[in-house]
């Protein structure tokens, strides 16, 4: 079917106004809320306190979520795209899961399992751990809302690069260990780093399964993400404008390393 130039033309235009409602229009109306008073006001209002001490929080979270879907993620996505066995399809669907479940879920379900009423709530009573509306309890929820991330972008390229390299290696005399670190990891390297990446930015503008585990108290248990919401709740208007922008500045630094990724994971295939 082909369509007429008009026609095209009325799709194009359409699709341009769906964007620029649903996009562009909110997050120019935040940059001109913040940026009305001044550049100075804007600083002022991210380097409180609070803000700053939101800030370390939500970045300590990711140096601790990160490394964790990296071990486990790699280990993964190996047995998935490297073996076949029963429960193979269950445990994909597994890992997909927070995909699919609301993030206010994912916050509820830990709360069942590890509050002080819930199934290991042993841990909080008996052995003094406090993790729901604590520090540990924000790190699970992280983990769990991005689980899929590392894995789901390192097995494709598992499956992309074959065993033929591994296999080569293993006849060579090289043990599993040098075989992964020397072939299988720099084979997987930008799938990793587009993983992490995608990691990075959901830890850091993660707030629905955050708000449940934690007790959003400021500077203790506020992630960036909390501190907006608790500052437009309080009235605070502009301070939640303004730590909206440095959230949608990291946003925007994520979505140009995942151009730039993208450009030279094309660049290194087409050179393959």
């Known amino acids: 079917m082909t369509l007429s ?17 649903l996009v562009v229009v909110p997050v120019a109306l935040i940059l001109w809320r913040t940026f009305q008073p001044g550049i100075g006001a804007f600083f ?4 409180t306190p609070a803000a700053v001490s939101a800030l370390q929080l939500s970045v300590l979270v990711v140096a601790i979520v990160v490394p964790l879907n990296v071990l486990f993620g790699i280990p993964t996505a190996l047995v998935l795209a490297r073996n076949r066995f029963r429960g193979k ?9 927070p995909f699919a479940v609301s993030p206010v879920v994912v916050g509820v379900a830990l709360i069942l399992l590890w509050g002080s009423a819930g199934l290991f709530g042993f841990v909080e009573n008996n052995l003094g751990f406090k993790i729901i509306f604590g520090f540990p309890g924000i790190v699970l929820a992280s983990i769990f809302v991005t689980v899929p991330f590392v894995i789901r972008e390192v097995e494709p390229v598992l499956h992309e690069i074959g065993t033929d390299q591994e296999e080569a290696a293993a006849t060579l005399g090289s043990q ?10 720099p084979s997987i390297r930008w799938g990793l780093t587009y993983g992490i990446v995608l990691t990075i930015a959901r830890t850091l503008g993660e707030f629905g399964a955050v708000i449940m585990v934690s ?5 203790t248990s506020q992630t960036l993400t909390l501190l907006v919401a608790d500052r437009y709740s309080r009235g605070s208007e502009y301070g939640a404008y303004a730590v909206s922008t440095l959230l949608m500045t990291v946003a925007v630094i994520v979505l140009i390393v995942q151009v730039v990724l993208d450009a030279m994971r094309s660049r290194a295939s087409k050179r393959a």
């Open 5 to 21: 130039p008009a026609l095209r033309h009325l799709f194009r235009y359409l699709a341009l106004a769906y964007v620029a409602i």
């Open 44 to 47: 002022d209002s991210i380097s």
């Open 89 to 97: 399809s269950a445990l994909q669907a597994v890992i997909d899961l």
């Open 176 to 185: 599993w260990w040098q075989t992964f670190w020397r072939v299988t990891l």
């Open 215 to 219: 007790s959003n108290l400021p500077g």
